[in-house]
């Protein structure tokens, strides 16, 4: 049983930077500008289903280990200019 371990996926990072919030009070942001108040309410009420979901649950946990600075930096090297 030789298991490889799990390597994250960059395309993660860079969706959360790319895509925007389809729905809801902030519709059109980009997921990574979302409040952390907005991600603990989902938090609480539930993720929606499939990648969206699976995407602001990885938000969350990024910015509640206080770690949002790194999305921010890969955004200035996507060439983001907000």
Known sequence: MNEQPQ????????????????????EGWQLYKL?????????????????????LQTLYEIKLNGL??????LSKQLGNRS
Not at 7 to 26: E, W
Not at 68 to 73: F, G, R
Request: net charge positive.
């Open 7 to 26: 390597l994250p996926d960059s395309q993660l990072l860079v969706d959360l930077i790319r895509m925007k919030m389809p729905f809801g009070k902030y």
């Open 35 to 55: 409040p952390v108040s907005y991600l603990e309410w989902f938090n609480r009420k539930g993720f929606p289903q499939g990648k969206l979901g699976m995407l």
């Open 68 to 73: 949002d600075y790194l999305l921010i930096e």
